[in-house]
């Protein structure tokens, strides 16, 4: 299934570990090897062969598998209860049902998203508004899903581990 995979090298990986790390305040071992493949229609990264990040439009975003292992302190959207049957189904985050985010979220910025009951991450996606405006406005889509729970990258993860 993973095409085209190929070693970065070791300057690429420093450039893209400090992204990460500065986008999301989370910390990537020092000791790292960082490989691209192709994997259905997305450009992925695979950190020590594990399958941790698509890009999508030169962005980094977390698998959902891999924001458990990274613990990421920014650019989370957290939902209520009710919106998580439609992302699990693969439905934009609508603003509604955003209980809180980041307030330094910008439109066009990589976010995961965790239900509120028990913080589990079900989504990644792109803003689509601002953190302020993702919490304060009343309608209107605020994140377009990109990978979630059940989807095929979610199931081939999942066959891997």
């Keep these: 299934m993973l095409k085209n995979r190929h070693a970065l090298k ?20 020092d000791d790292i090897d960082m490989e691209v493949a192709k994997l259905f229609d997305f450009d992925v990264i695979l950190v020590n062969r ?35 049957k439609f992302l699990a189904n693969g439905a934009d985050v609508m603003v509604p049902g955003i209980v809180d985010a980041d307030r330094d979220i910008k439109e066009g910025d990589p976010v995961w998203v965790k239900e509120e009951t ?7 996606g792109i803003s689509m508004m601002n953190g302020n405006d993702l919490i304060e406005l009343q309608k209107g889509r605020g994140i377009k899903s990109i990978h979630w729970i059940g989807d095929k990258i979610w199931k081939f993860i999942s066959k891997s581990l």
């Design 10 to 29: 070791k300057k690429e990986i420093r450039r893209l570990k400090a992204e990460i790390e500065e986008v999301y305040d989370c910390k990537l071992s």
């Design 50 to 84: 594990s399958l941790d990040f698509l890009l999508f439009d030169e962005k980094p975003l977390f698998t959902l598998t891999a924001i458990e292992r990274y613990q990421p302190k920014k650019k989370f959207v957290i939902v209520d209860k009710g919106a998580v």
């Design 118 to 124: 028990h913080g589990k991450a079900i989504s990644v």
